[in-house]
């Protein structure tokens, strides 16, 4: 979406607008949803971040408009134009949202057998769009893409052209429907209230995952894919690094000196990993790890004296 984002905000620019396009990213972990934001005008565009007021929404991935968490949906209007990459019709998805205003399919990607075809699902979009908004031209899309896409060879640059052009013709009956953003009124402003925030020590404000007020009751470990294991033969005991540098606060330092990990929280963001200065941990698959654990369970000794 980030780069889709890119290749609709350079088509408006090559058509003369002025453009802001910019990424917004999730949680710090793997399969959070991420959103790209496009702004454009005939005129200076002065506001940043994020758009409240969207004139056309692009989902990508349908399965987040039904999360409310994700925010797909928010500030919508009955003027706000709604494009999903689905198979469903657009009765279906107005009635699943209570959606009064348009809702239009792209079927392109989401009907295809071949699951690698959705890295092509940013191209698509910024095509539709681009014809969705109804100022941007084939040969200033095709243009967008080159430039964008140009660093990734000519058989990458033909793919992604592909399946632009072909979601910009798809949308022919809907060319123009997005209107443009109307002005708001500064007399309806209301000034945001003051929030004072005392000063907390760094004991309370530190990113300990067992202190106080914080979220230990969430198993976030079960987020990892990776896991980072320590070697102790190789491992320096400058646990100061490590420990200090976790971003959760899941390293933890025995009686010995060592640092210990916390499997329970640890989201697997393998900065520990990448500075180490003895190089002493590793990162393991999560499914090797739990292969090895399971081994080494299974040759202690049992509570009766035996194997288990």
Known sequence: MKTASRILGTA?????????????????????PIFAYVRAS???????????????????????????????????????????????????????LSFSGPVIPLPLVAESEDRLEARYIGAACAGAAARLVG????????????????????????RNLDQALEAYDLMAAHAGCVAQGEEVSPEAYKKPDWIDLPFEGARLSAPVIHGAAT????????????????????????????????????????????????YEHCKGCMICVAQCPSHAIRAVPEHEAASDEAGSAASRPSSEGGRS
């Open 135 to 158: 100022d941007i031209s084939r040969e200033a899309l095709e243009r967008a893409i080159r430039d964008e896409l140009a660093s990734r060879g000519e058989k990458v640059v033909r």
């Open 215 to 262: 979220s230990e009751g969430v198993r976030t470990g079960l987020w990892r894919t990776m896991r980072p294991v320590i070697d102790y033969g190789q491992c320096n005991r400058c646990w100061w690094v490590c420990s200090t540098l976790c971003p959760d606060g899941t390293i933890c330092v025995n009686e010995e000196g060592y640092p210990q990990l916390d």
């Open 12 to 32: 408006f620019f090559v058509e003369g607008f002025e453009v802001q396009d910019a990424p917004r990213y999730g949680a710090e972990r793997r399969g959070a």
């Open 42 to 96: 005939r005129n200076s565009v002065n506001e940043r971040g994020i758009i409240r007021r969207p004139d056309l929404i692009i989902v990508a991935d349908e399965t987040l408009v039904r999360i409310p968490g994700a925010g797909v949906m928010c500030g919508a209007t009955e003027r706000t134009v709604l494009l999903v990459s689905t198979g469903e019709t657009a009765m279906v998805w107005g009635e699943r």
